[in-house]
């Protein structure tokens, strides 16, 4: 397999623009999760998913975000309209079983915001 | 209080020695805990999970929890230089198992 998939592996836009970052998760794993990385702040989760269904987006920062897993093999994290304190590191992982289970974690979006 | 708490480092340690790696966490009745190693510019990947009191041995890493104490350690015996890097301490919550919540990790540095 090869692993969870994230694209784009950087990105970096204007303030106001829209952002869409990509992930593709394992095959046959049913548990989603899109992190966010800063120095500030270290690694926060913001939303998670189970058989495609949002199960807690309580770490989603605000209404800017929104974040979709229309199928098993794909989900968007989308900030729109996007500002300088977006930027970070977003990671996308995946799990078989959730929590008490091994998460893999794709290889991350660099945004930067301008 | 934040619920999973380390010490950011960076810990300093020499090749061969034995490097030590503490967490604690605030939810008194976690249950799954775990150890995550992020080389710079990479992504997190699990080296060691525990469920139970004790110490769980894995090759040069032993991980060690202490429920009582809400305190859950690494060691790391014949440091190397590749372990170089920053460990996430990680726990699931008991208001939702699938969950986890990851320190802010400690930057482990291994000098030759």
């Known amino acids: 397999d090869a692993g969870v998939i994230q694209s784009p592996r950087h990105e970096v836009t204007e303030m106001g623009q829209e952002v869409t970052l990509r992930c593709k998760p394992i095959?046959?794993?049913?548990?989603l999760f899109w992190y966010r990385q800063t120095m500030m702040r270290g690694l926060e989760l913001l939303i998670y998913f189970n058989n495609n269904v949002p199960i807690d987006d309580s770490g989603m920062p605000e209404d800017r975000f929104s974040a979709k897993m229309p199928n098993a093999s794909f989900s968007t994290l989308k900030i729109q309209p996007s500002e300088p304190r977006d930027s970070a590191v977003y990671f996308c992982?995946?799990?078989?079983?959730?929590?008490?289970?091994?998460?893999?974690f794709g290889p991350g979006t660099r945004l930067t915001v301008t | 209080q934040k619920e999973v708490e380390q010490n950011s480092g960076p810990l300093s340690v020499p090749e061969g020695a034995i490097a030590s790696l503490n967490c604690t966490y605030s939810d008194r009745v976690s249950q799954s805990f775990f150890w995550y190693r992020q080389y710079s510019g990479k992504s997190p990947e699990l080296i060691m999970s525990?469920?139970?009191?004790g110490d769980k041995e894995d090759g040069r890493f032993t991980a060690q929890l202490n429920k009582a104490s809400q305190y859950v350690s690494l060691l790391i015996r014949d440091s190397q230089p590749s372990d170089s890097a920053t460990y996430l301490c990680?726990?699931?919550?008991?208001?939702?198992?699938?969950?986890?919540?990851f320190g802010s990790g400690t930057r482990l540095s291994i000098r030759p």
């Open positions: 990680a726990v699931t919550t008991y208001s939702s198992a699938s969950k986890i919540i």
């Open positions: 525990i469920y139970s009191n």
């Open positions: 992982a995946s799990s078989f079983l959730a929590g008490a289970h091994e998460q893999y």
């Open positions: 095959s046959g794993h049913d548990y």
